[in-house]
């Protein structure tokens, strides 16, 4: 089991507004790192796109808990069976948010990704308070 936490950030939002911003898959798009994303596909609830030098990606949520948590879990043909979750914690006027990945990834596959998926992530996660703002 592979997990990696991203880095935490600061959204200057109540966790209604970064809950209902992150709750539809349509707005992840503005959360990739355009340069690596391609392919790109969503509805409100699932989306599937392909990370260059890396493979397609399809994801679609499993659970929420309002406003604090939402989990994602693989969806379709994928590399691995994973989960996502997003967490939003409130914090003194604003909201703290990041990402956790929990990947089936085997050994060798795992000395592969790590490092790239850690920096996908953490790009999520550091792109949330501009595309809110």
Known sequence: MLTIEST???V??????????????????KLM???????????????????????????????????????????????FTFTLTIFI??????????FVFEGDVNMFMKAMVQKPLKQFFDTLSENLPQAMA
């Open 12 to 29: 200057l939002k109540t966790s209604q507004e970064v809950f209902e911003f992150l709750i539809n898959l349509n707005n992840l798009e």
């Open 89 to 98: 914690h409130d914090n003194s006027g604003s909201v703290n948010s990041y």
């Open 33 to 79: 790192p355009q340069d690596r994303i391609e392919f790109w596909k969503s509805t409100d609830d699932t989306c599937r796109f392909g990370i260059k030098n890396l493979s397609s990606i399809g994801m679609k949520i499993k659970d929420i808990s309002s406003p604090n948590e939402i989990i994602l879990e693989s969806d379709g043909k994928n590399p």
């Open 8 to 10: 935490k950030v600061d």
